[in-house]
């Protein structure tokens, strides 16, 4: 249980230093969410 703890916690390091700010992590999902919003539109 201790190790699964661990591997969360390094890995929502990992994204948060790969974002820098939470603002960047909310831009890099926005930025998710409307190609996929695109994608679904192009394919209707």
Do not use: P, V, W, Y
């Not at 661990?6 to 820098?20: P, R």
């Not at 999902?29 to 994608?39: C, P, Q, V, Y």
């Amino acid at each position: 249980m201790t190790r699964i703890i661990a591997m969360l916690l390094l890995a929502g390091t990992a994204i948060l230093a790969g974002c820098n700010t939470m603002a960047g992590a909310g831009q890099d999902i926005s930025k998710g969410g409307n190609a996929l919003t695109n994608s679904a539109e192009k394919h209707e």
